[in-house]
């Protein structure tokens, strides 16, 4: 069982849900085709052990979801990769076994807690936990959520409309992760912006995916953006134009990418990303060329 303490910002409390930290077989070279090769091992001083692993070269993978508590309501934002789902083209997310659910308890939440769960895009480790196994059937984890998914990315990936590629790494994801929610009922599909309360919203930010979204935070003057993949590790930071391989639309990805960075440095927004070991969420600073730096880490226990 993994707890960590919460980081306030302003009314909002924020809690990392912790599904998996740990080895990856994944490269640089793969996730990160835009990048410099030699950076990572220049930089392993930094980047090793909470982002790289420079003895084997690989990537450290990071799972988790963003436990969110804003007037009265409870809120997931992305829900991993889940338990036990078949990923025929994407191995590494396949027959979890993790102690996601008992690491929610642990924050204080059951599944039936949860008010609403933020899909912030549809890709195979931001929504397995929307749903577990009950017999033989795939059914909605948190029963009492309404989940929040952008439409551009519900028909995107739906494979009766949009029909996957052979060997694509989402193939059952729609099927056992999104289709059944909707036949619940429990799908609220939003386009452009919508609002959650006073302190939260949600707003498009394509170019990752479709319909990729970020959560944007303000409470009593504190500020936050969610941007899920729109950045999957700290060398985009450093290196904005720097897509990973799953990027849908490459100069959309690098255009969304540096405008939420801009505004973050501009604003003193502290960000929270989908995948980012270490400390998790950071604030960023113009560089003073074209690209920004890290500033520093929000005070989540490293991982």
Known sequence: MVTCPP????????????????PSPATPSFLFPDSDPGYWDGNASWLDPGFYDAASGTLRSVLHTWLIRSQGTVILVDTGAGN??????????????????????AAGVTPEDVDIVINTHLHVDHVGWNTRLAGR???????????????????YWDPIRMPRPPGDGNQNVFEDSVLPVRRAGLIDLWNGEHRINSELVLQEA????????????????????????????????????????????????????????????????????????????CRVDHSGTDAFVIRDWADFARI
């Open 7 to 22: 980081v306030v910002l302003g009314d909002v409390e924020i809690t990392r849900v912790q599904e998996y930290a740990g």
């Open 137 to 155: 059937d795939w059914v909605p984890t948190f029963p009492n959520a309404r989940y929040l998914i952008p439409e551009p990315d519900f028909l």
């Open 206 to 281: 394509p170019g990752h995916t479709p319909g990729s979204a970020v959560l944007r935070l303000d409470s009593k003057g504190a500020g936050a953006l969610f941007v899920g993949d729109i950045l999957h590790s700290p060398v985009q930071i450093i290196s904005p134009d720097v897509n990973s391989c799953f990027c849908e639309d490459p100069a959309m990805a690098r255009a969304t990418r540096r405008r939420l960075l801009a505004e973050a440095a501009d604003r003193d927004l502290l960000v929270f990303p989908g995948h980012f070991g270490g400390g998790s969420a």
């Open 84 to 105: 036990g789902k078949e990923r025929p083209y994407a191995p590494v997310y396949a027959h979890h076994n993790t102690a996601y659910l008992e690491n929610l308890r």
